[in-house]
Nanobody, 126 residues
Framework: QVRLVESGGGLAQAGGSLRLSCKAS????????MGWFRQTPGKEREFVASISWNIGITYYTDSVKGRFTISRDNDKNMVYLQMNSLKPEDTAVYYCAQRLVSLFHGSRSVNDFGSWGQGTQVTVSS
C-alpha cells in the first residue's frame, strides 16, 4: 500500500519561501511520476507541478512558473516543492500525489494520480 506523507507547510509572508517535502513508502517510487496539487475551500483540487520518474522532466501550472521548483530524490523516496516569492493566492492545502500508472509523465489531471498524502496547509499573509 502506497503511503505519502507531506511536511513543511506553515505560515509565510508574501515574498517569502517554504519548502514542502513528501516521503513515499510502499511503492517502487522511481517508476512513477510525482505531483503536487493544491486545494482551497469550495474549489476543486488543482495541479501545481509534476516531475517524471527518471530524468526529472518537470511541469508547472502557469501561475507558479519561475517561483516554484519541484524535485525528487529517488534514493530517498522523496519529492520536494520549493516555493519562492510566495503570494497570498498560494494559500491552500498542498497534496503530494503519485501517478496511477508507472512510466508515464506529463499529466495535470487529478484523475491520473491514485495515491495521495494527507495534505499540508500553506498560508501566505500579505
Amino acid at each position: 500500500q502506497v503511503r505519502l506523507v507531506e511536511s513543511g507547510g506553515g505560515l509565510a509572508q508574501a515574498g517569502g519561501s517554504l519548502r514542502l517535502s513528501c516521503k513515499a513508502s510502499g511503492t517502487t517510487f522511481s517508476l512513477f511520476e510525482m505531483g503536487w496539487f493544491r486545494q482551497t475551500p469550495g474549489k476543486e483540487r488543482e495541479f501545481v507541478a509534476s516531475i517524471s520518474w527518471n530524468i526529472g522532466i518537470t511541469y508547472y501550472t502557469d501561475s507558479v512558473k519561475g517561483r516554484f521548483t519541484i524535485s525528487r530524490d529517488n534514493d530517498k523516496n522523496m519529492v520536494y516543492l520549493q516555493m519562492n516569492s510566495l503570494k497570498p493566492e498560494d494559500t491552500a492545502v498542498y497534496y503530494c500525489a503519485q501517478r496511477l500508472v508507472s512510466l508515464f509523465h506529463g499529466s495535470r489531471s487529478v484523475n491520473d494520480f491514485g495515491s495521495w498524502g494527507q495534505g499540508t496547509q500553506v498560508t501566505v499573509s500579505s
